[in-house]
């Protein structure tokens, strides 16, 4: 009987320690919003914006490293999204200004698309077999997600003991500290002889022709507006909006003891539920729909936004919709990614889905930059929240028509 290939292979281990660190870092500039915006009197658009330009350069940055990687080699795309994204927080360090800080989020930005999903993702599904290629991308998600659940605690805990400051240069070391796993991410090119005699503009023409990729493109637009919204105000938003909690009640005797460590908390809570989610999206990505599923989790993010916002808050409230929430939080990424290997190949799925990713910045870029807008226009994120729930609906529907027939043969 012939033996199945090993699910966990030196590529996906080392991919997920880099993509740990990678956005355990990203996870954690909320928690940064009121200490820096106090320190200097900032508005809190003004922060917001800084985390926006990140998000947007690394939507832009994606594409670009999936083509570094494609053209030139995967660990040294990687290697120079380490050392921009390291650069980035040095230099964010130094910054005593909104525009100082706004241009360094840039390089943060393009260093995050180097060490994250776009090469990460496509490292980890070429060197996958077709059995294991959905669980895989899932896992090396969910250790973006695992990242998440460290993140903001560790971020929270090293602002008790240091400045901010320090806490950059810090997270700046650890990025550089992943490169020691770098001899591991050596994969294979399991091309079909169809992908190999195709040019990539030859690829990315008939993916910019197709009404799917089209489709796929604008669906993951709410994905970006709703991860990057709450990851950048929603401790803020927490800190502000509920009520002190007494000694002795049940969120004070696990631990939280004040409205900002519960803030840091409901990021980590969201991350450590959607490990399992992702998982889960891995698993049932290999048996189901992909493109039913992604209809799925986006209608589910809106009814759970949805409710969130309409029932009074309290910390039991953002305990229960983070958990919620979090179970869907990036379940669309190994979806998404093994929707676009299927229909268009892996040769050049780090471009595609790079590009595709593109959007879902975009939409994390508005969705940062709206929540500080409105916030110092209105005073809350009330009008932000809606405007979420809105296009999550608008991505459960436009995934429906997508078409699931793979464009380029198998044929080897």
């Known amino acids: 009987m012939q033996k199945s290939p090993p699910l966990f292979t030196p590529v996906l281990i080392a991919g997920c320690v880099i993509m740990l660190v990678s956005f355990a870092i990203r996870a954690s500039f909320g928690v940064f919003q009121i200490?820096?915006?106090?320190?200097?009197?900032?508005?809190?658009?003004?922060?917001?914006?800084?985390?926006?330009?990140?998000?947007?350069?690394?939507?832009?940055?994606?594409?670009?490293?999936?083509?570094?990687?494609?053209?030139?080699?995967?660990?040294?795309?990687?290697?120079?999204?380490?050392?921009?994204?390291?650069?980035?927080?040095?230099?964010?360090?130094?910054?005593?200004?909104?525009?100082?800080?706004?241009?360094?989020?840039?390089?943060?930005?393009?260093?995050?698309?180097?060490?994250?999903?776009?090469?990460?993702?496509?490292?980890?599904?070429?060197?996958?077999?077709?059995?294991?290629?959905?669980?895989?991308?899932?896992?090396?998600?969910?250790?973006?997600?695992?990242?998440?659940?460290?993140?903001?605690?560790?971020?929270?805990?090293?602002?008790g003991i240091m400045s901010w400051q320090m806490v950059f240069v810090s997270f700046a070391a650890a990025v550089l500290a992943t490169l020691v796993f770098l001899p591991l991410m050596r994969a294979p090119e399991p091309a079909s002889k169809a992908e190999l005699e195709e040019t990539m503009g030859q690829i990315l023409t008939k993916a910019f022709r197709d009404p799917s990729y089209t489709l796929i493109f604008l669906g993951f637009?709410?994905?970006?507006?709703?991860?990057?919204?709450?990851?950048?105000?929603?401790?803020?938003?927490?800190?502000?909006?509920?009520?002190?909690?007494?000694?002795?009640?049940?969120?004070?005797?696990?631990?939280?003891?004040?409205?900002?460590?519960?803030?840091?908390?409901?990021?980590?809570?969201?991350?450590?539920?959607?490990?399992?989610?992702?998982?889960?999206?891995?698993?049932?990505?290999?048996?189901?729909?992909?493109?039913?599923l992604l209809a799925g989790i986006y209608a589910g993010r809106t009814l759970i936004a949805a409710a969130f916002i309409m029932t009074p808050m309290t910390p039991a409230t953002v305990l229960l919709f983070s958990a919620s929430m979090g179970a869907l939080w990036l379940a669309t990424v190994p979806l998404?990614?093994?929707?676009?290997?299927?229909?268009?190949?892996?040769?050049?799925?780090?471009?595609?889905?790079?590009?595709?990713?593109?959007?879902?910045?975009?939409?994390?870029?508005?969705?940062?930059?709206?929540?500080?807008?409105?916030?110092?226009?209105t005073g809350g994120y009330t009008m932000v929240w809606w405007i979420g729930v809105g296009v999550g609906a608008f991505s459960a529907l436009v995934h429906l028509p997508v078409r699931e027939t793979r464009l380029i043969p198998k044929t080897t």
């Open 35 to 159: 200490p820096i915006a106090e320190e200097f009197g900032w508005l809190r658009a003004e922060f917001s914006l800084a985390i926006a330009i990140q998000n947007l350069a690394w939507g832009i940055g994606q594409p670009i490293f999936g083509a570094i990687a494609e053209r030139i080699g995967d660990r040294k795309a990687i290697i120079l999204g380490a050392l921009t994204y390291a650069a980035g927080l040095v230099l964010s360090s130094f910054a005593v200004s909104p525009e100082a800080h706004q241009f360094y989020e840039i390089l943060v930005g393009f260093g995050i698309a180097g060490t994250g999903f776009g090469v990460i993702l496509a490292v980890v599904g070429r060197a996958s077999s077709d059995a294991n290629r959905s669980m895989s991308l899932a896992i090396a998600t969910a250790a973006g997600s695992a990242g998440q659940v460290f993140g903001p605690p560790v971020a929270e805990a090293l602002l």
């Open 221 to 292: 637009f709410s994905c970006g507006y709703q991860l990057g919204f709450i990851t950048a105000h929603f401790p803020a938003f927490v800190t502000e909006m509920c009520g002190p909690i007494s000694p002795g009640g049940v969120l004070h005797n696990i631990g939280i003891t004040t409205t900002s460590a519960l803030g840091a908390t409901a990021i980590a809570v969201i991350g450590l539920a959607n490990i399992a989610g992702t998982l889960s999206a891995g698993w049932l990505g290999n048996r189901y729909s992909k493109k039913y």
């Open 336 to 377: 998404t990614s093994g929707l676009i290997a299927h229909l268009y190949g892996l040769r050049y799925m780090g471009t595609l889905y790079g590009i595709v990713f593109f959007s879902h910045q975009l939409g994390s870029f508005l969705g940062v930059w709206l929540g500080g807008r409105m916030y110092d226009l």
